[in-house]
């Protein structure tokens, strides 16, 4: 079993910049796992935002160029997603998520993919 706990939510100004940090504990690291972050506003599915599994990386285009993820070099049992040039579009409960590494890309962005969830944090860009 994973645990996962989001922080570094907050509410910001539109060009601001955020970082997020998934903590994943209950296994050895998350070195293992696929780490991807997701984004859900009221009335709406869960998006797909980013992905890291392994060392292959995968951005959904509406973040491109502005949000990227890393692993830290120390603790690898946390995540962070950096949010450059903040949009007010960019609002919503933000999610980590966690599973086995994916065998395969086609995966990546379907929220049924990933087995492990973190309880969500909030990110307001006000404009």
């Known amino acids: 079993q994973v645990q996962l706990v989001e922080s570094g939510g907050a509410l910001v100004q539109a060009g601001d910049s955020l970082r997020l940090s998934c903590a994943a504990s209950?296994?050895?690291?998350?070195?293992?796992?696929?780490v991807g972050w997701f984004r859900q506003t009221p009335g709406k599915e869960r998006e797909f935002v980013i992905v890291l599994n392994w060392n292959d990386r995968y951005t959904v285009d509406s973040v491109k160029g502005r949000f990227t993820i890393s692993r830290d070099n120390v603790n690898k049992n946390t995540v962070y997603l950096q949010m450059n040039s903040l949009k007010p579009e960019d609002t919503a409960v933000y999610y980590c998520a966690a599973t086995p590494l994916f065998s395969s890309s086609y995966a990546y962005t379907r929220p049924t993919s990933y087995e492990y969830w973190g309880q969500g944090t909030q990110v307001t860009v006000s404009s």
């Open positions: 209950g296994r050895t690291g998350s070195y293992d796992l696929a």
